[in-house]
């Protein structure tokens, strides 16, 4: 059974940094396209950081580009992503999404519950 847990999320002010851990169990990195998304209040979710699982390239939301890594430890099967000048905007609950039926991140598959990061300005 694939399993998802998100931890990490915390209350920050702007421009502080936070680093969320996805435990995953029940699958193999490298046959997932594996993902973080988020969902702010009252706004649709958005896709935020992918690990395509064709080869392993990570892409990031333009949102996000330049502040947020995505990163794995395959040894521990955690997903991590590493937040970095944290906006009030970036204010959502995060999410940690597995799938196998493509090789992009579209959400199709497993999802944790989430953790909720919070930015004050």
């Known amino acids: 059974e694939v399993q998802l847990v998100e931890s990490g999320g915390d209350l920050v002010q702007a421009g502080g940094s936070l680093r969320l851990s996805c435990a995953a169990s029940?699958?193999?990195?490298?046959?997932?396209?594996i993902g973080w998304f988020r969902e702010a209040p009252g706004k649709d979710r958005e896709w935020v950081a992918c690990?395509?699982?064709?080869?392993?390239?990570?892409y990031y939301a333009d949102s996000v580009k330049g502040r947020f890594t995505m990163s794995t430890d395959n040894a521990n099967n955690t997903v991590y992503l590493r937040m970095n000048s944290l906006k009030p905007e970036d204010t959502a609950v995060y999410y940690c999404?597995?799938?196998?039926?493509?090789?992009?991140?579209?959400?199709?598959?497993?999802w944790g519950k989430g953790t909720m990061v919070t930015v004050s300005s």
């Open positions: 690990i395509e699982s064709a080869d392993g390239s990570i």
């Open positions: 029940g699958f193999v990195f490298d046959d997932y396209a």
């Open positions: 999404t597995a799938e196998r039926i493509s090789t992009w991140c579209y959400g199709l598959g497993y």
